[in-house]
């Protein structure tokens, strides 16, 4: 159970028994302390490999609840981390794996968050939630919450994705669209808030969706173990990560600072890539300017919606852990995502999302100019499953075949 929230830009101390959205001294967002010093003889990888709990909640002693009985949990987590073969496109890489995220309750990482989130708005007594969502958040929002009894307020574009409206629609949220950005939809749930009292879900406007995500940090670590017993947990080289608000990657990087106070890992770190939609690429630009905060994104435009963040409250967050790893920032165009998505899911076997087929291209870019070696141990995270955006892939005219006709298949090669 956390023992502090604290703003990770000014410092200042949160109670960490009532509700908590952004700092109420900068606005920025909260970060959740642990004594892992008390809990360090109670938590080890050998306790931790010995649970019997079959989601991410095995690591419940970093995550907001006193006891694992008390989450709001839909089996979110312990997803595969899969090794990419050695052949066609992947042929330079030999060390090529993917944490495959689509095998979470609603199809994305979101579910890890929103467990977590939920899990401690329900324990202090939340009854309605709200968030602005294009995409895979609102799904785990809907059903997480509908899971938990409470009601999900939602505001989404209206040029949303059918598949993330109608996931949402099924699960009994509240599903309002909004002729706007998801920035015009997060105003709406401010508005919302403050006058009816609803909790704000916003990404990183919550403190625990970061807790939910850090669990992929602490769960590669013991992926990449040599062994399944090894008590000596491993990272990879490079890690690449599709980013929007950056709650994952800001989540990992923490995971591993709490991991090396644990005794658990040393001071070595994975070289963090931000991969972003070349037309929505604030972080990448603020990397490249050398900058600590990202300016608002004109005009953002991408088809892979979970990356259609034009401004993210965690931005200096993200730009640190780029600065502190020796990362990376690329971008990545939408025809090259979209041929990502077909190259990685026809390599792979398994359907990406264009998150997934973004920080694929990003690999083989930094590789081809030299950045990546193509021996280091490399994990792409598909942070999603490519089901929720058929839209994008129109199959256009596919042959006919008639059953009645015994010759229909001589046009086969
Ligand atoms: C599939 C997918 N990938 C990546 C992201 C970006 O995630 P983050 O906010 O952690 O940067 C999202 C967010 O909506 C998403 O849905």
Known sequence: MHSTLTCGACGHKHPVEQLQNLCTTCSKPLLAGYDLEAIRDRFTPEIVRSRRIRSMWKFWDVLPVDSPENAVSLGEGETPLLRCKRRGVFERFSNLFVKDEAFNPTGSFKARGMS????????LGVETVALPSAGNAAGAATYYSASAGM??????????????IIESVVGGAHTYLVNGLISDCGKLVKQGCDRFGWFD??????????EGKKTMGYELAFDMADEASSTKLQLPDV??????GGTGLIG????????????????????MVVVQAENCSPIVKAFEDGESHAELFPNAATVASGLRV???????????????????????????LLEGVREFSQQQGIYVC???????????SLAEAGWLNPDEKIVLFNTGSGLKYNHLFPTGDLPRLDHTDPNCLDAIA
């Open 354 to 364: 264009p998150e997934g087929g973004a920080v694929w291209k990003a690999a083989q």
């Open 201 to 210: 879900l916003s990404t990183l406007k919550e403190p625990f969706r970061i």
């Open 252 to 271: 990992m990087w923490k995971a591993f600072d709490e991991m090396q106070k644990l005794g658990w890992i040393g001071d070595e770190r994975p070289r």
């Open 239 to 244: 890690i690449f990560y599709p980013t929007g």
């Open 310 to 336: 034009p401004a993210a409250v965690g931005d200096f967050l993200m730009l640190n852990v780029l600065k502190e790893s020796h990362g990376a920032a690329v971008r990545v165009s939408d025809d090259d």
């Open 116 to 123: 977590a989130a939920v899990t401690r708005a329900k324990a």
């Open 151 to 164: 009601r999900c307020n939602l505001f989404m574009p209206e040029d949303t994705p059918p598949a993330n």
